[in-house]
């Protein structure tokens, strides 16, 4: 019998719960409501790399209308699908309304999509599962606004759900959702993929039969870990191993987010050890959602941080931190098969509420700080090139990194805007063009505030922070020779 079957089986001869949201429509929309309130709860949303890809929708349509020759649309085949969707929202709802339907799609395509998964693996307690996949769904890969991997990651969600209790036609039927994946973001593909090869074969063993398959996992990752590091230009380092729980994706904008880690592992160890106690570690070991928890934890230590493939101008970074959030999901499909009290539920709960009352505040400071950037802005005549010089929040998230880019839409061109000289997404540079830097040593020596002003810059103006608590936005007029520091 399937380990999600058996897991439903125990928990129907215990009385546990064996119904999820899904199976009520009611349920679902209230608690899709609640999945989007952040989206909507500010004037606007705060993600990171949204700025960004707003911004360069905005250069797309100007490229379309032929109003900037310096720049051009280049054609490809991943790495486009949320910039389609939120360029298609523009044109018929404007740029303001896009950027909120556009992320609450991805949102729910993500938050569905992991919640039917858990339910896939574990059969029940969506008790646990909602609160969990709720903070994790606003986490680290949100905030720092990934949106093509995230929305990636929520469409390979759904595949797997299906794919998990379905027969070889229903499997082959779903192909088509790692297609439209493959637009969103190519990683997920591979670790979607890689998951359903393991469920196929472990599901066709018996639980003491898959060690070596289990063994065998181990040592492709091992053998992924030297071919990146002899083959590319890569990353890699020992203190991987802190993000091996998944956990971290819950600490975002300051230290203060630490304490919600700290609460997520201690629930997450009493349901663990409670499973232990009832299961047993060596079933737990043999089951195939604990095996999968092990291989994605193995993942996050052996693969690097960072790669630099050269067919690009931006090393693919951030690879620990993406593949934590799909450690935190398969420990959630693990840990989903315990029953809870009520005591922890409610710990749970309240953990979920204070990490989204420390994400509004946080929010809130960044929309006021925006607003000011806006103000800057528009003191420029039309057309200017500008560069954003902001300091990070934390070590994690910088949450001011393109705040710019979306003030200047419409107005102004953010003259170290990444994406046009990173060569991952659709808008490309010409050399020597003057709307944005079209080399991306020079973009990162802006973001690292090294970068020496050159006269082929000029005009060129610096949008920064300033005041006694540097909770003022400033502007100014830059010279040739003068090095921007963050």
């Keep these: 019998m399937p380990d999600a079957a058996l897991s439903a089986d125990k928990s129907a001869r215990r009385g546990g719960q064996k119904s999820s949201p899904q199976d009520n429509l009611l349920p679902v929309v209230l608690l899709s409501i609640l999945f989007l309130v952040p989206c909507f709860w500010q004037s606007r949303i705060q993600a990171g790399d949204l700025s960004s890809h707003v911004y360069n929708v905005w250069l797309a349509s100007m490229i379309s209308q032929g109003k900037i020759n310096a720049l051009w649309i280049a054609p490809q085949s991943t790495n486009v699908l949320f910039d389609l969707e939120l360029e298609w929202l523009a044109r018929h709802v404007g740029l303001g309304a896009a950027q909120r339907i556009a992320v609450s799609v991805a949102v729910l395509i993500f938050v569905w999509g992991a919640i039917a998964f858990i339910f896939a693996a574990a059969g029940r307690n969506w008790w646990f599962a909602t609160p969990c996949v709720a903070m994790l769904a606003y986490g680290f890969v949100y905030e720092i606004g990934f949106f093509n991997f995230y929305l990636s990651m929520g469409i390979c969600l759904w595949y797997l759900a299906i794919f998990w209790a379905g027969g070889w036609r229903r499997r082959l039927g779903i192909t088509p959702l790692l297609a439209l994946a493959w637009l969103a973001h190519p990683f997920p593909i591979v670790w979607a993929a890689g998951t359903a090869a393991y469920i196929a074969i472990a599901q066709r063993l018996r639980p003491r039969q898959r060690l070596p398959l289990l063994g065998l996992g181990m040592l492709t990752l091992v053998a992924t870990n030297y071919i990146l590091i002899h083959r590319y230009q890569c990353r890699w380092s020992w203190k991987q191993v802190f993000f091996i729980t998944g956990a971290n994706q819950v600490v975002v904008y ?18 663990l050890r409670k499973q232990v106690k009832e299961r047993g570690l060596t079933e737990l070991i043999l089951s195939v959602p604990g095996q999968l928890w092990l291989l994605n934890a193995a993942a996050v230590l052996l693969i690097p941080s960072v790669v630099n493939f050269p067919n690009y101008g931006l090393p693919f970074t951030y690879i620990t931190d993406r593949v934590s959030l799909a450690v935190a999901l398969m420990g959630c499909a693990v840990l989903g098969w315990v029953p809870m009290r009520m005591h922890e539920k409610i710990a749970l709960a309240a953990l979920a509420i204070v990490f989204f009352s420390f994400l509004f505040v946080d929010t809130r ?122």
């Design 365 to 486: 400071g960044l929309n006021r700080l925006e607003d000011g950037i806006d103000a800057a802005v528009r003191q420029l005549p039309t057309g200017q090139r500008v560069i954003g010089s902001f300091p990070g929040w934390s070590t994690r998230v910088v949450p001011l990194q393109h705040a710019l880019d979306r003030a200047c839409v419409g107005h102004c061109f953010s003259y170290a805007n990444y994406e046009p000289s990173s060569r991952q997404f659709r808008i490309r540079a010409q050399a020597g063009s003057q709307v944005v830097l079209d080399n991306y040593p020079d973009v990162e020596a802006v973001e690292e505030g090294r970068y020496v002003v050159k006269p082929r810059d000029l005009p060129l103006y610096e949008v920064f922070l300033c005041g006694p608590k540097r909770h003022n936005v400033c502007l100014s007029s830059l010279e040739a020779g003068k090095v921007i520091q963050r």
């Design 254 to 271: 300051g230290a203060k987010y630490a304490f919600i880690l700290a609460g997520l592992l201690f629930i997450w160890f009493v349901l």
